[in-house]
Every structure is written in structure tokens, then in C-alpha cells.
């Protein structure tokens, strides 16, 4: 059974910093693409950054230069580090994979909030 656990959410003032961490169990980790969402109340989930098996990378437009993602294989552990952060990032952040692209695995979700 797949499950994917975030952590590492909070509140913090507009230009600091968190790193958030996606702990993956029941799946074979270093062969997924593995994405970090992001949702705000009445808006749709938005894609904020993807990395795949081969450590490529993209991003959203609106969170290039400032949002990093990464993973450890070894600890089975995606991470993504929010840099220079503002209040439009205030969303709840969502770890997101899928199985050939047919079923879809999410993690609770974890709420980060940047005040101004």
C-alpha cells in the first residue's frame, strides 16, 4: 500500500524559508516521478515542481529560482526547499505520485503560511 507522508509545514514570515519532506513507503521510490501540489480554498490544486527517476527537474513559473526539489532515494524522501518565500505561497502543500499514470497516490497535505 502506498503511502505518502509530508512534514516540515508552518507559519513564517515573508521572505524566510522552510523545507518541506515527503517520506514515501509501499512503492518502488527511485523509479517514480514524484511532484510537490499546492491548494488554496476554491482554487485548483496547482503543480508547483516535479522531479523524476534521473533527479530532472521543473518547476512553476511562479516559484522558479526560489523553490528547490530534491530526493534521497536512500531514505525514500522527497524534499522541496522554499526559499525567499511570500504570502502568495500560503496554500496547503501536497506530495503527489502516480503508477504508470493510472492511479494517483497523495499525502495529507501539510499548511504552509507566509505572513506579510
Known amino acids: 500500500q502506498v503511502q505518502l507522508v509530508e512534514s516540515g509545514g508552518g507559519l513564517v514570515q515573508a521572505g524566510g524559508s522552510l523545507t518541506l519532506s515527503c517520506a514515501a513507503s509501499?512503492?518502488?521510490?527511485?523509479?517514480?516521478?514524484m511532484d510537490w501540489y499546492r491548494q488554496t480554498p476554491g482554487k485548483q490544486r496547482e503543480l508547483v515542481a516535479t522531479?523524476?527517476?534521473?533527479?530532472?527537474?521543473n518547476y512553476a513559473d511562479s516559484v522558479k529560482g526560489r523553490f528547490t526539489i530534491s530526493r534521497d532515494n536512500a531514505k525514500n524522501t522527497m524534499y522541496l526547499q522554499m526559499n525567499s518565500l511570500k504570502p502568495e505561497d500560503t496554500a496547503v502543500y501536497y506530495c503527489?505520485?502516480?503508477?504508470?499514470?493510472?492511479?494517483?497516490?497523495w499525502g495529507q497535505g501539510t499548511q504552509v503560511t507566509v505572513s506579510s
Open positions: 503527489h505520485s502516480t503508477h504508470r499514470g493510472i492511479n494517483h497516490f
Open positions: 509501499g512503492m518502488i521510490f527511485s523509479s517514480k516521478t
Open positions: 522531479i523524476n527517476s534521473a533527479a530532472d527537474t
